[in-house]
């Protein structure tokens, strides 16, 4: 059963940056990856989401011109580049695979459209 393995969180001061790795065990080709972040005592919410084959980005408001979604399919990886990170973008940071032509600009935030989840890595932004 195909995986998803969150890794390059950590604890960051305000203004700093992370970039966080999605490692896929299957293939990229056929499947939307999301991020989503989930803030202590708050819903778990989508922040950028992309898929190879239609090549479509998407970002929340919150992310935009900061957080860069990007993907390597050699190495079945996904990023999420993020700059000039503030306090309220901490939480715990998820990856999760969805079915390509299941998402589009009006429902790719939603968890309920994912189905395999990863485990998820820590963001810290200290002010």
């Known amino acids: 059963q195909a995986r998803l393995v969150e890794s390059g969180g950590g604890l960051v001061q305000s203004g700093g940056s992370l970039t966080l790795s999605c490692a896929y065990s299957?293939?990229?080709?056929?499947?939307?990856i999301g991020w989503f972040r989930q803030a202590p005592g708050k819903e778990r919410e989508g922040v950028a989401a992309?898929?190879?084959?239609?090549?479509?980005?998407y970002y929340d408001d919150s992310g935009k011109g900061r957080f860069t979604i990007s993907m390597d399919k050699a190495k079945n990886t996904v990023y999420l580049q993020m700059h000039s990170l503030k306090p309220e973008d901490t939480g715990v940071y998820s990856c999760a695979t969805t079915t390509v032509g299941r998402i589009g600009n009006h429902n790719w935030w939603s968890p309920a459209q994912y189905d395999k989840w990863g485990q998820g890595t820590q963001v810290t932004v200290s002010s």
């Open positions: 992309i898929t190879a084959i239609t090549r479509t980005i």
């Open positions: 299957g293939s990229l080709d056929y499947v939307g």
